[in-house]
């Protein structure tokens, strides 16, 4: 089989696309995966299950042939607000303009719009902001004359198109976290054992937990790990009991830019990210990160400190959208999202200050714990060119990444969902084998193999295997060191 074959190091931060029509063929989904992409995307908002069921095969046939385990995360799309039909050339909305939005769904008449969110009238109060087409559109509601009407001044001017998200900012909205189209999106989902659900919209944690009820009922024979889209100011103010229910978090930036004050986003990205790092939940931050490779094949400065910035303040993947999914140049794209992640992430510190007592459900049990901590140590001084340990569920996986050890880890599990989920967590580069359950010294020779072959390993490389003894009842309870001969 074919092996990647990595430049330096493999990169750490992991990288996330969107498959659409420009990378839904299985050539260039190989393509994209050899350029770097740990996490195919699929977002349910485009896309019908039938299509998507091709993409799964196909990511699936590509992971077999690489020997590289791949994720896989359905997005669910959740409650977004958009706007009716409006004429194909669009609506112009001018300063101090008045629209007149309405219950039922009416044909444009050059003042009253309509929205797919059948509450919205109800919802809305004199004062509120409506924003439109990612913002770049605003309104206020200046009156609200009866039950089935509210008229909005423009006081954003722009222009608007059929279908156009609207965000509602500080609205606090009727609508359910989990849609009709989420709850059948997700049964497919997990009849496929996706890896991952994006929540979008969060509010608080009782949406995740719906959420997690709802597939447990379903008892799909497996556990995906929830991902926490933050995308709204509530989830914001919630994210101490989010971070308790979720198993990773996305800041969303382009709703959220639109949600709140985009003057506040850089440093809100920081304060997420800073959250999630210590309670020790993987972070990804995602939308336009390299925009402008959807039609151009080099990025702008902004672009690549962006992408920097975002691995600096401690992400753990970074996500791309319509840059892959509708783009020209989708494995230039991933290429160039590659290089920007190896120069920046040498610069991201060693974290030897964790506090192991953090309650979190990703946390290890105790000895793991002090093992994997002591290995870390040993692994930086010793200069090791590879840790490797084996791994059920993933989690003392998860304990080493958090320690952001510049020490490529192999990670070795005989589950396919727990390496193909460790594929979002930092430094880590799983593997699904049954090796596991032979030896320490018989998983040694498999890990030297496996670096050798890769090209990270040579005679006198170290390597530091996590290891569990036969009679060890707390798990990860043995390390070694061995030099390559």
């Known amino acids: 089989m074919e092996s990647i074959q990595f430049e330096k190091h493999p990169i750490r931060t992991k990288i996330i696309a969107t498959v659409g029509p420009a990378c839904a063929s299985k050539e260039m989904l190989r393509s994209l995966a050899v350029a770097g992409v740990d ?130 900012p500080g609205v606090k909205l009727q609508t359910p976290a989990l849609t009709e189209k989420d709850k059948e999106d997700l049964a497919w989902g997990l009849k496929q054992k996706l890896n991952f659900f994006g929540l979008s919209f969060v509010r608080s944690a009782k949406d995740l937990i719906e959420l997690r009820e709802l597939i447990n009922k379903s008892n799909p024979g497996y556990k995906p790990k929830l991902i926490a889209k933050i995308e709204k100011p509530e989830a914001i103010q919630e994210m101490d009991a989010i971070t308790k229910v979720c198993d990773c978090v996305m800041i969303a930036r382009g709703d959220l830019g639109v949600e709140t004050d985009i003057s506040w986003l850089p440093v809100l990205q920081k304060q997420l990210i800073r959250h999630c790092n210590e309670r020790r939940i993987p972070v990804i931050t995602a939308t336009q990160m390299l925009d402008s490779m959807q039609y151009q094949q080099f990025p702008t400065r902004a672009e690549a400190n962006d992408v920097a910035n975002a691995v600096l303040d401690g992400s753990d993947a970074v996500m791309l959208s319509g840059e892959t999914a509708v783009g020209k140049y989708p494995v230039e794209t991933v290429e160039m999202m590659s290089r920007i992640i190896l120069h920046s992430e040498d610069s991201v510190p060693r974290r030897t200050n964790i506090d192991w007592k953090t309650d979190s459900k990703s946390r290890a049990l ?120």
């Open 39 to 168: 996490v195919f995307r699929l977002n349910f908002a485009h896309g019908k299950h039938k299509w998507l069921e091709q993409i799964v095969l196909r990511i699936r046939e590509i992971s077999t042939e690489l020997n590289q385990p791949i994720g896989i995360l359905g997005d669910l799309a959740g409650p977004k607000i958009r706007l009716g039909i409006l004429p194909d050339e669009g609506v112009e909305c001018k300063t101090g303009q008045r629209f007149i939005f309405v219950k039922n769904e009416v044909p444009f008449d050059g003042v009253h719009l309509s929205s797919t969110y059948e509450h919205l009238i109800d919802d809305l109060q004199p004062g509120d902001k409506v924003l439109l087409a990612d913002g770049t559109v605003g309104m206020v509601v200046i009156e609200k004359p009866d039950d089935s009407q509210v008229i909005c001044e423009v006081d954003r001017p722009g222009i608007i198109r059929s279908k156009q998200g609207i965000n509602l």
């Open 366 to 485: 105790v000895v793991t714990e002090a093992v994997t901590l002591g290995a870390c140590t040993v692994a930086d001084q010793l200069d090791a060119d590879l840790m490797v340990l084996c791994t059920k569920s993933g989690r003392t996986a998860l304990a080493i990444s958090r320690q952001r050890s510049q020490i490529p880890l192999l990670a070795l599990s005989d589950s396919a969902n727990t390496a193909r989920t460790m594929c979002l967590y930092w430094g880590v580069m799983p593997v699904h084998t049954s090796i596991v359950k032979q030896p320490p010294e018989e998983i040694l020779d498999f890990a030297i193999n496996w670096g050798t072959g890769n090209g990270l390993l040579k005679p006198g490389s170290r390597i530091v295997l996590i290891s569990d003894s036969k009679w060890g009842a707390e798990g990860h309870d043995v390390m070694m060191v061995h030099v390559v001969s």
